[in-house]
């Protein structure tokens, strides 16, 4: 129940494309969810948030879609670029607690 | 965003050596520091939580005589790798919290190398 899932492993886009990228998740009592963004050799980066009272939120080029009855959450990266490349983890936070459950991460690429 | 410093980015200690990495918030003051351990190409995994003042909370199979954790003071804690072994190489990275269920910002991480 404290897993969450995520999926695909590795994905390939190419420049402009639109990758997504999902993560799913079984306890209920999580009500925050992050998306980070890892480089080879740094540590996490947070990207964009939301919580579950929300279906949507968009940043700049990054998306959070969230359906709360299915207990599922995707990152859209908008007109891809070769910058993007790098491995993605989304997260999950208990209520009432400050430790982050992190999925089992992404690897993007993204070729001229 | 608010910053976390690590040191060192990079260590290589002999097997048998212990080594210490320190993990700094530099403009705000974090009530609470995690470390976690990552290993090649996989997720980052919980060792454990560190309340300024206070005995930090270690995750499951986590030995906290090998793992010693302080967080001495609001801006600093730090992470001791003790006897190490070959087996210990990892990154690890720390995060800060500046208040309860606000944002976790991350260090750059530690790569540790024990030969």
């Known amino acids: 129940q404290q897993q969450v899932k995520q999926s695909p492993q590795s994905l390939i886009v190419q420049k402009g494309g639109i990758p997504i990228i999902n993560c799913a998740y079984e306890?209920?009592?999580?009500?925050?969810f992050p998306w980070y963004q890892q480089f080879p050799g740094k540590g996490p980066a947070l990207l964009i948030a939301?919580?579950?009272?929300?279906s949507e939120k968009k940043e700049g080029r990054f998306t959070i879609s969230f359906n709360k009855s299915a207990k599922q959450f995707s990152l859209h990266i908008m007109d891809s670029q070769p910058g993007d490349s790098a491995t993605y983890f989304c997260?999950?936070?208990?209520?009432?607690?400050?430790?982050?459950?992190f999925g089992t991460g992404t690897r993007l690429q993204v070729f001229p | 965003g608010a910053v976390v410093s690590q040191h060192p980015s990079r260590v290589i200690c002999k097997s048998g050596t212990s080594v210490k990495i320190e993990c700094r918030s530099l403009?705000?003051?974090?009530?609470?520091m995690f470390w976690y351990r990552q290993f090649p190409k996989k997720s980052l995994m919980l060792m454990a939580t560190?309340?300024?003042?206070?005995?930090?909370?270690?995750e499951q199979g986590v030995e906290k005589d090998k793992f010693l954790i302080n967080h001495a003071s609001l801006t600093l804690s730090t992470l001791t790798v003790t006897s190490a072994h070959p087996e210990d190489s990892s990154f690890y990275i720390c995060?800060?919290?500046?208040?309860?269920?606000?944002?976790?910002?991350f260090g750059q991480g530690t790569r540790l190398t024990v030969v």
């Open positions: 997260a999950a936070r208990r209520y009432n607690t400050d430790k982050l459950i």
């Open positions: 995060s800060a919290l500046f208040g309860a269920l606000t944002e976790a910002f």
């Open positions: 403009d705000f003051q974090a009530t609470t």
């Open positions: 939301i919580r579950p009272d929300v």
């Open positions: 306890n209920t009592a999580f009500d925050y």
């Open positions: 560190s309340n300024e003042g206070s005995k930090a909370t270690y």
